[in-house]
């Protein structure tokens, strides 16, 4: 009784068939006809031509990066206050665009009564001052953008760039479901310090004065407050989820993630942001050493760049010059069905070639290679752009170059890993077998954390081969590189939504 | 030709038909006949049982909550090796079962020579101590498990958890999706101090020895290396994406995430973590206030749960008591396409029918129900669980009560938004229309934040109504409680892999 009695509304949703508004995106895939019903869309105007009893307007809702032209006829008071930047909502009729340049256009008859069939309607949400909209009509710099982070997704190129981001990790999920894979939930917030990947973020000390939070609600049992480490112990963020995933792989067998990672690095370069996102995959019980790992990195980056749209790829590379030209045709033949696999050499392999190079040419590097030392950026670039001509798989680097955790080759000398070398890009993926020999791994650790084994820090990552370690392998893909490659975008600051670097972070 | 002799290998995978080997969920869903081929599969051995010349057991590789049955007939000298929590590659044929519990199984005949055709093998991968191994198949506490969790994930429970996350997560995937939405990456490190939703973490400014790295491949321009604060501002650990999601919304209009959040709050109960993933959206451009933004949510959450796999419910659900059986069958009911929507109630009629409630017994509650006051967990347990009986909204609390963004209904009192309780787990879900009047907003932030507005930090936040401003809505709902719901997990800290609160960081 009291239910009925207190209850004012039952409305609610016929949930089965629950269904938005169609987007500017859907509408422009839908069917038109010359008699189409009067509908109601909204927006925000991208640009307005007025003439004297007709207006053009491309308005646009984000979800596409072709806009819809409306055409306002009759020319009403409405229109007066339709400028760039401002939200809308119009009633009009979806029909065939008599023009060049669109098959459709919405047509917004304001010469009607408003008590007549089809009788447009324009109507503004919310009016942006056309002298004081930071995002005017013509080209905005790069840097005047990350200025304006907070309105720079309006934008073309960074609007196309968050909705590539998003089909790339559809794809992705797409391709990692088909194989098997469980997409999993790693910390962010950890004990280990970096793991030898570059400096960490360090969580701060909780300040003396404050509070211990306890909302009456929860019957709470407070946690010691005199506390300094609101862990009992120093917290970073992560730098990589690779451990964790290993953990989780020794019971799920296939795991994945795509999640944030942190590097507390200083360099300013346009390949590295202080937070960026890090698509990471280990696998066991599976078997074929290195060459099976790069199997599955290749099938899997072809599978998810083929499959990203051509409106946003377009929109992105739209303006290019003919060297932006050759390489998107490049990115677009890397990854065709047509061509051969991508090549593999070893590291040992890639050393001799730049010897040879070096040989012909002395001063081809700033940095001489040699057998043992770390393969520079300028070397990276020379293999892929130069040698090779593509994307190219370097393999069985030194031991020393590379942490604990990959697995001894049988040479005593080297490493069954990978890294994925990208024209115009650089490293785009790197991995390897993991050691699963406890015996192997626990000698390799000593060697690195000392004999105690970090205080034992680590014993955890020992115990996972300890208790029926299997044969796996993974890898690591900064989802930003991957954005750029196939968008184009030279730098990572403008392939992802809000960047941070060392000095700088808005919002 | 420097290319064709320096590259050793070039293998590589016919990547339009990549595929790993079949899974033990994918063998179990393909076809048997008593005569098929020999096959290798691969796994752990969660229990073994042993007669004189047959050996039975359960092989599992985490890919679902269905074991695979192992029977080994002959019991070769390599069946003394299969222990609990061992590693193993079988040989053998999967057969129709003729024994009960199971269709198939999978037979291992040791009692042919190598040679012969159909003969079976058994390869210990990695052997596990059965002694030693922490998980032991008696139960486990949920304690010792959480002292083990780097071994934990190898639990039927929670494993069943990780793919039960993973499932949703696609599930929401799907749905928003269909709704066109674009998935967004909104920043973890933010200069936004917790926006009045609780306690923040802070990062550590850098230490003075801290080195100014620069590989010198990036060609970098390093940073002052001066500054103590990386960022040269305070950062913090986002509490929610909200903010950063609706200056995307502005552009893209329908945006959402499935992002991690941290709260550094010290109150230990089984509903709160320090690390913890919300899905948040923000959509613009669309009417209906808050009963729209209910609606949503009501479909969405419907579509998401009704779509999990019922293998991974079914074994989170396993072994509980008649409560928790009545539990299972109201979620099930709740979600279910033929039941009523669910129960909408304003706050003012909620707070009423608390009050009707006291009146009638006076010990009912400790807090005493009044408008104006926050509803503690013991009224929204009342609410929804006794006098609802499934999930509820409540809409339109008192402003005072709420943020600074959400918009200011006409009656001068309160505001467009709501709070989702569910039975057993509280508020799942809390969402509102946000104020886009700039002028209503700016009073608000000026009375929140002082006339400077929080010397200009939310001017941003601002700018978003300045330019375009459209009406739009939004929700958070945490990730950890939705898994909990669905599989009937009482705390938090069982419904993520690596679970983080105060006090406690593990790994």
Redesign the interface.
């Known amino acids: 009784m009291?239910?009925r009695r207190?209850?004012?509304?039952?409305?609610?949703?016929k949930?089965?068939a629950?269904?938005?508004?169609?987007?500017i995106?859907?509408l422009l895939a839908s069917p038109t006809t010359p008699d189409a019903p009067a509908i109601t869309v909204?927006?925000?105007?991208k640009s307005i031509r007025r003439q004297k009893n007709v207006a053009f307007a491309v308005l646009t809702?984000?979800?596409s990066s072709q806009g819809l032209q409306a055409v306002f006829v009759g020319n009403g008071e409405g229109v007066k206050a339709l400028t760039n930047?401002?939200?809308v909502?119009l009633t009009g009729r979806l029909v065939p665009s008599p023009g060049a340049g669109q098959d459709k256009e919405f047509l917004v008859d304001l010469g009607k009564g408003k008590a007549q069939a089809n009788a447009g309607e324009v109507h503004v949400?919310?009016?942006?001052?056309p002298e004081?909209?930071?995002?005017q009509k013509q080209a905005l710099s790069t840097e005047y953008l990350r200025d304006h982070s907070?309105?720079r997704?309006?934008t073309d190129a960074?609007?196309a760039m968050?909705?590539l981001?998003?089909s790339l990790?559809?794809n992705i999920?797409t391709f990692f479901?088909?194989?098997?894979f469980?997409?999993?939930?790693?910390?962010?917030?950890?004990?280990?310090d970096a793991e030898g990947a570059?400096?960490s973020?360090?969580?701060?000390?909780?300040s003396s004065t404050?509070?211990?939070?306890?909302?009456?609600?929860?019957?709470?049992?407070?946690?010691?407050?005199h506390?300094k480490e609101?862990?009992?112990?120093p917290?970073h963020?992560t730098v990589s989820h690779q451990?964790?995933l290993e953990?989780?792989a020794?019971?799920?067998?296939?795991v994945y993630t795509l999640?944030?990672c942190?590097r507390?690095?200083?360099?300013?370069?346009g390949?590295?942001l202080?937070?960026f996102?890090m698509l990471e995959a280990e696998?066991?019980?599976?078997t074929g050493g290195v060459?099976a790992t790069?199997?599955?990195v290749?099938?899997c980056l072809?599978?998810v760049v083929r499959g990203a749209p051509a409106t946003d790829v377009d929109a992105l590379w739209k303006g290019k010059d003919a060297d932006g030209e050759e390489r998107r045709r490049a990115l677009d033949d890397a990854v065709s069905?047509q061509r051969?696999?991508?090549?593999?050499?070893?590291y040992t392999?890639?050393v001799?070639?730049l010897e040879?190079h070096v040989h012909q040419n002395p001063a081809a590097f700033e940095?001489a290679p040699a057998w043992g030392r770390?393969l520079?950026?300028?070397h990276e670039k020379w293999l892929a752009e130069k040698?090779?001509g593509g994307p190219v798989f370097i393999t069985d680097y030194p031991a020393a170059l590379k942490p604990f955790y990959m697995r001894h080759n049988d040479d005593g000398k080297t490493v069954a890993c990978f890294d994925l070398i990208v024209p115009h890009v650089g490293e785009l993926v790197g991995g390897s077998v993991r050691e699963?020999r406890a015996e192997v791994l626990e000698e390799q650790m000593r060697a690195d954390f000392g004999p105690d084994l970090g205080s034992g820090a680590y014993q955890?990552?020992l115990?996972?081969?300890?208790?029926?370690?299997?044969?796996h392998m993974g890898f690591g893909m900064g989802f930003e590189r991957l954005v750029g490659w196939v968008g184009g975008i030279d730098n990572v600051r403008e392939s992802?939504?809000?960047p941070?670097?060392?000095?700088?972070?808005?919002?």
């Open positions: 009291i239910l207190c209850i004012s509304s039952l409305s609610g949703s949930t089965g629950f269904q938005l508004p169609p987007t995106r859907q909204s927006g925000w105007i809702d984000g979800s930047g401002s939200a909502r949400l919310g009016s942006c001052d004081l909209y930071p995002i907070h309105l997704a309006r960074i609007a968050i909705r981001r998003d990790q559809k999920s479901d088909d194989q098997g469980v997409y999993t939930h790693t910390p962010i917030l950890t004990g280990n570059g400096e973020f360090r969580i701060a000390e909780m404050h509070p211990s939070v306890g909302h009456p609600p929860h019957a709470a049992t407070p946690a010691p407050a506390e609101f862990f009992s112990r917290a963020l451990l964790h953990a989780l020794t019971s799920l067998s296939r999640s944030p942190f507390a690095e200083r360099s300013l370069t390949r590295h202080a937070e996102w696998w066991a019980l599976t060459n790069c199997d599955f290749e099938a072809r599978s069905l051969e696999p991508w090549v593999r050499m070893t392999e890639a001799r070639a040879d940095y770390t520079q950026s300028e040698l090779v699963e955890w990552y115990d996972l081969r300890k208790y029926g370690g299997a044969p992802i939504p809000f941070r670097w060392a000095g700088r972070m808005l919002l």
